[in-house]
Protein backbone atom coordinates (compact mmCIF):
# COMPACT_ATOMS: atom_id res chain seq x y z
CA UNK A 1 0.00 0.00 0.00
CA UNK A 2 1.45 3.14 -1.13
CA UNK A 3 0.06 6.92 -0.52
CA UNK A 4 1.18 10.16 -1.42
CA UNK A 5 1.84 12.37 1.36
CA UNK A 6 1.88 15.91 2.49
CA UNK A 7 3.25 16.87 6.17
CA UNK A 8 2.42 20.32 6.10
CA UNK A 9 4.22 23.30 7.77
CA UNK A 10 3.19 22.37 11.34
CA UNK A 11 4.40 18.27 11.31
CA UNK A 12 8.17 19.98 10.44
CA UNK A 13 7.58 22.64 13.18
CA UNK A 14 5.84 23.25 16.04
CA UNK A 15 3.80 19.98 15.94
CA UNK A 16 6.94 17.58 14.94
CA UNK A 17 5.54 15.29 17.26
CA UNK A 18 2.44 14.43 14.86
CA UNK A 19 4.80 14.29 11.98
CA UNK A 20 7.11 11.81 13.70
CA UNK A 21 4.63 9.38 15.30
CA UNK A 22 2.55 9.29 11.74
CA UNK A 23 5.65 7.82 10.24
CA UNK A 24 6.75 5.60 12.80
CA UNK A 25 3.35 3.88 12.76
CA UNK A 26 3.45 4.46 8.97
CA UNK A 27 6.51 2.27 8.65
CA UNK A 28 4.99 -0.26 11.38
CA UNK A 29 1.87 -1.30 9.41
CA UNK A 30 3.57 -1.61 6.48
CA UNK A 31 2.33 0.95 4.33
CA UNK A 32 4.59 3.82 2.59
CA UNK A 33 4.13 7.28 2.46
CA UNK A 34 5.65 9.31 -0.41
CA UNK A 35 6.32 12.55 0.92
CA UNK A 36 4.99 15.23 -2.30
CA UNK A 37 7.95 16.97 -3.54
CA UNK A 38 8.47 20.66 -2.93
CA UNK A 39 5.72 20.65 -1.41
CA UNK A 40 4.28 24.55 -0.07
CA UNK A 41 2.27 25.49 2.53
CA UNK A 42 -1.42 24.95 1.78
CA UNK A 43 -2.05 28.74 2.89
CA UNK A 44 -3.12 28.24 6.25
CA UNK A 45 -6.03 30.24 7.49
CA UNK A 46 -4.52 33.91 6.39
CA UNK A 47 -4.15 33.42 2.51
CA UNK A 48 -8.29 33.78 2.39
CA UNK A 49 -8.50 37.06 3.73
CA UNK A 50 -5.55 38.24 1.80
CA UNK A 51 -6.46 36.83 -1.65
CA UNK A 52 -8.78 34.62 -2.69
CA UNK A 53 -6.95 32.89 -6.00
CA UNK A 54 -3.90 32.40 -3.86
CA UNK A 55 -5.71 31.00 -1.27
CA UNK A 56 -7.23 28.21 -4.22
CA UNK A 57 -3.82 28.12 -6.25
CA UNK A 58 -1.39 27.33 -3.07
CA UNK A 59 -3.60 23.72 -2.82
CA UNK A 60 -3.51 23.00 -6.67
CA UNK A 61 0.26 23.69 -6.72
CA UNK A 62 0.48 20.47 -3.91
CA UNK A 63 -1.93 18.73 -6.57
CA UNK A 64 0.06 18.95 -9.14
CA UNK A 65 2.79 18.01 -7.86
CA UNK A 66 1.17 14.55 -6.72
CA UNK A 67 -0.17 13.86 -10.06
CA UNK A 68 3.42 14.31 -11.31
CA UNK A 69 4.69 11.79 -9.02
CA UNK A 70 2.01 9.01 -10.63
CA UNK A 71 0.32 8.48 -7.34
CA UNK A 72 -3.58 9.25 -7.36
CA UNK A 73 -4.09 9.23 -3.28
CA UNK A 74 -2.62 12.07 -1.48
CA UNK A 75 -2.89 11.81 2.71
CA UNK A 76 -3.07 14.70 4.67
CA UNK A 77 -2.33 14.35 8.33
CA UNK A 78 -3.46 18.34 9.75
CA UNK A 79 -6.85 19.03 9.52
CA UNK A 80 -6.49 22.75 8.43
CA UNK A 81 -4.31 21.43 5.50
CA UNK A 82 -6.93 18.56 4.56
CA UNK A 83 -10.08 20.84 4.73
CA UNK A 84 -7.58 23.69 2.51
CA UNK A 85 -7.34 20.68 0.02
CA UNK A 86 -10.92 19.64 -0.31
CA UNK A 87 -11.76 23.06 -0.70
CA UNK A 88 -10.03 23.15 -3.48
CA UNK A 89 -10.61 20.09 -5.03
CA UNK A 90 -14.79 21.27 -4.27
CA UNK A 91 -13.48 24.09 -6.56
CA UNK A 92 -11.78 22.47 -8.82
CA UNK A 93 -14.76 19.77 -10.09
CA UNK A 94 -17.79 22.15 -9.56
CA UNK A 95 -16.62 25.59 -10.64
CA UNK A 96 -15.65 25.25 -14.16
CA UNK A 97 -14.13 29.40 -14.50
CA UNK A 98 -12.29 28.93 -11.39
CA UNK A 99 -10.87 25.59 -13.06
CA UNK A 100 -9.50 27.23 -15.97
CA UNK A 101 -7.68 30.07 -14.38
CA UNK A 102 -6.29 27.83 -11.07
CA UNK A 103 -5.04 25.46 -14.26
CA UNK A 104 -3.42 28.13 -16.15
CA UNK A 105 -1.95 29.93 -13.03
CA UNK A 106 -0.34 26.95 -11.52
CA UNK A 107 0.48 25.06 -14.84
CA UNK A 108 -1.20 21.67 -14.61
CA UNK A 109 -4.17 19.53 -15.62
CA UNK A 110 -6.58 18.58 -13.18
CA UNK A 111 -7.56 15.24 -12.81
CA UNK A 112 -10.81 13.97 -10.90
CA UNK A 113 -9.26 10.67 -10.02
CA UNK A 114 -7.38 12.51 -7.36
CA UNK A 115 -8.01 11.64 -4.17
CA UNK A 116 -7.53 14.10 -1.04
CA UNK A 117 -7.61 11.80 2.05
CA UNK A 118 -7.46 12.53 5.89
CA UNK A 119 -5.04 10.77 7.88
CA UNK A 120 -7.76 9.38 10.35
CA UNK A 121 -9.71 8.18 7.41
CA UNK A 122 -6.76 6.30 5.85
CA UNK A 123 -5.80 4.17 9.15
CA UNK A 124 -9.38 3.51 9.44
CA UNK A 125 -10.73 2.89 5.99
CA UNK A 126 -8.09 2.09 3.57
CA UNK A 127 -5.76 0.21 6.16
CA UNK A 128 -8.23 -0.74 7.88
CA UNK A 129 -8.68 -1.52 12.35
CA UNK A 130 -8.00 -5.06 11.98
CA UNK A 131 -4.72 -4.15 10.54
CA UNK A 132 -4.23 -2.42 13.51
CA UNK A 133 -5.07 -4.06 16.07
CA UNK A 134 -2.38 -6.78 14.56
CA UNK A 135 0.09 -4.75 15.38
CA UNK A 136 -0.90 -3.94 19.22
CA UNK A 137 1.25 -4.92 21.71
CA UNK A 138 0.65 -3.00 24.91
CA UNK A 139 -3.45 -2.67 25.24
CA UNK A 140 -4.56 1.10 26.24
CA UNK A 141 -6.95 -0.59 28.64
CA UNK A 142 -7.57 1.61 31.59
CA UNK A 143 -7.27 4.98 29.53
CA UNK A 144 -10.24 6.88 29.13
CA UNK A 145 -10.03 9.26 26.04
CA UNK A 146 -12.17 12.29 24.40
CA UNK A 147 -11.98 12.14 21.15
CA UNK A 148 -11.97 15.34 20.05
CA UNK A 149 -12.25 15.98 16.16
CA UNK A 150 -12.51 19.76 15.77
CA UNK A 151 -14.54 21.39 12.98
CA UNK A 152 -12.35 21.49 9.83
CA UNK A 153 -11.94 17.61 9.83
CA UNK A 154 -15.38 16.93 9.39
CA UNK A 155 -17.13 20.12 8.21
CA UNK A 156 -18.72 21.15 5.28
CA UNK A 157 -19.97 17.40 4.65
CA UNK A 158 -20.39 18.15 1.30
CA UNK A 159 -16.69 19.21 0.82
CA UNK A 160 -14.91 17.13 3.74
CA UNK A 161 -17.33 13.61 2.27
CA UNK A 162 -15.64 12.00 5.88
CA UNK A 163 -17.67 10.94 8.94
CA UNK A 164 -20.51 12.37 10.15
CA UNK A 165 -20.35 16.18 10.84
CA UNK A 166 -22.30 16.03 14.55
CA UNK A 167 -21.17 13.03 16.15
CA UNK A 168 -17.64 11.35 14.19
CA UNK A 169 -17.20 8.15 15.04
CA UNK A 170 -13.59 7.38 13.35
CA UNK A 171 -11.19 8.14 16.26
CA UNK A 172 -13.49 6.56 18.92
CA UNK A 173 -13.56 3.25 16.66
CA UNK A 174 -9.54 3.28 16.41
CA UNK A 175 -9.02 4.51 20.32
CA UNK A 176 -11.39 0.93 21.43
CA UNK A 177 -9.37 -1.12 18.83
CA UNK A 178 -6.38 0.06 20.77
CA UNK A 179 -7.97 -1.14 24.15
CA UNK A 180 -8.86 2.64 25.08
CA UNK A 181 -12.38 3.63 26.21
CA UNK A 182 -13.69 6.55 24.43
CA UNK A 183 -15.95 8.97 26.53
CA UNK A 184 -19.09 10.04 25.38
CA UNK A 185 -19.35 13.91 25.29
CA UNK A 186 -20.68 16.72 23.29
CA UNK A 187 -17.95 19.04 22.30
CA UNK A 188 -15.89 16.75 19.92
CA UNK A 189 -16.44 19.12 17.45
CA UNK A 190 -16.71 22.07 18.79
CA UNK A 191 -14.23 24.54 17.57
CA UNK A 192 -11.26 25.53 19.37
CA UNK A 193 -10.78 29.41 18.36
CA UNK A 194 -7.78 27.91 15.58
CA UNK A 195 -6.19 30.96 14.21
CA UNK A 196 -7.95 33.47 16.64
CA UNK A 197 -5.68 32.92 19.22
CA UNK A 198 -2.98 35.33 17.56
CA UNK A 199 -5.60 38.12 17.65
CA UNK A 200 -8.08 37.19 20.22
CA UNK A 201 -6.58 34.92 23.03
CA UNK A 202 -8.85 35.48 25.54
CA UNK A 203 -11.79 34.25 23.95
CA UNK A 204 -10.13 31.26 22.66
CA UNK A 205 -9.31 30.71 26.59
CA UNK A 206 -12.48 30.55 27.27
CA UNK A 207 -13.29 28.49 24.07
CA UNK A 208 -10.41 25.93 25.13
CA UNK A 209 -11.32 26.16 28.55
CA UNK A 210 -15.28 25.20 28.35
CA UNK A 211 -14.25 22.05 26.01
CA UNK A 212 -11.38 20.79 28.11
CA UNK A 213 -13.76 21.24 30.93
CA UNK A 214 -16.23 19.23 29.25
CA UNK A 215 -14.18 16.42 28.47
CA UNK A 216 -12.83 16.07 32.05
CA UNK A 217 -16.41 16.28 33.30
CA UNK A 218 -16.90 13.53 30.74
CA UNK A 219 -14.67 11.51 32.71
CA UNK A 220 -11.90 11.91 29.99
CA UNK A 221 -7.77 11.81 31.66
CA UNK A 222 -7.00 12.68 28.44
CA UNK A 223 -7.94 14.15 25.18
CA UNK A 224 -7.11 12.56 21.37
CA UNK A 225 -6.98 15.21 18.51
CA UNK A 226 -5.89 15.03 14.46
CA UNK A 227 -4.86 18.59 14.10
CA UNK A 228 -1.73 20.74 15.01
CA UNK A 229 -3.69 23.89 15.39
CA UNK A 230 -6.35 22.36 17.81
CA UNK A 231 -3.97 20.38 19.69
CA UNK A 232 -1.46 23.04 20.60
CA UNK A 233 -4.45 25.27 21.67
CA UNK A 234 -6.08 22.73 23.73
CA UNK A 235 -2.51 22.35 25.78
CA UNK A 236 -1.71 26.03 25.71
CA UNK A 237 -4.76 27.78 26.36
CA UNK A 238 -6.55 25.56 29.31
CA UNK A 239 -5.23 25.24 33.09
CA UNK A 240 -6.56 22.08 34.13
CA UNK A 241 -3.25 19.96 33.08
CA UNK A 242 -5.33 17.54 30.99
CA UNK A 243 -2.82 15.65 28.38
CA UNK A 244 -3.22 15.75 24.81
CA UNK A 245 -2.49 13.41 22.36
CA UNK A 246 -2.38 13.11 18.01
CA UNK A 247 -4.45 9.94 17.72
CA UNK A 248 -0.88 8.77 15.97
CA UNK A 249 0.65 8.81 19.34
CA UNK A 250 -1.67 6.81 21.02
CA UNK A 251 -1.08 4.10 18.31
CA UNK A 252 2.93 4.60 19.08
CA UNK A 253 1.98 3.48 22.71
CA UNK A 254 0.16 0.59 21.39
CA UNK A 255 2.56 -1.01 18.76
CA UNK A 256 5.04 -0.35 21.38
CA UNK A 257 7.27 1.93 19.36
CA UNK A 258 10.81 2.78 20.91
CA UNK A 259 10.96 6.08 19.19
CA UNK A 260 8.03 7.48 21.70
CA UNK A 261 10.02 9.04 24.01
CA UNK A 262 11.09 11.62 21.84
CA UNK A 263 7.63 12.84 21.23
CA UNK A 264 6.58 13.52 25.06
CA UNK A 265 9.36 16.10 24.96
CA UNK A 266 6.99 18.29 22.71
CA UNK A 267 4.19 18.43 24.73
CA UNK A 268 3.89 21.46 27.25
CA UNK A 269 1.47 18.88 29.12
CA UNK A 270 3.23 16.08 30.02
CA UNK A 271 1.31 12.53 29.07
CA UNK A 272 4.22 10.62 31.20
CA UNK A 273 2.68 10.93 34.79
CA UNK A 274 -0.55 9.70 33.43
CA UNK A 275 1.19 6.85 31.28
CA UNK A 276 2.96 5.44 34.02
CA UNK A 277 0.02 5.50 36.29
CA UNK A 278 -1.51 3.07 33.45
CA UNK A 279 2.15 0.94 33.12
CA UNK A 280 2.16 2.61 29.72
CA UNK A 281 5.42 4.63 30.13
Known sequence: MRFSYFPGCTDRSSSMEYGLSTEEVFRVLGVELVEVEDWNCCGAAATHSLNRLLSLC??????SKV???GLTSLVVPCAGCFSNLKRV?????NEQR????IEEIVGFRYDPSLEILALLD????RVGLERVYERVRRSLKGLRVACYYGCALVRHPKVTRFDDPENPQSMDRLMRVLGAEPVEWSYKVDCCGADLAMTYGSMVRQMVGRIVFMA???GAQAMVTSCGLCQMNLEMR????????????LMGVAFDIGQRERWWGKHLISPRPLLESLGLG
Do not use: K, W
Open 67 to 69: LLS
Open 216 to 218: REA
Open 238 to 249: QQLGLPVFYFTE
Open 98 to 101: DRRV
Open 122 to 125: VVVN
Open 89 to 93: EYVLR
Open 58 to 63: LPARIM
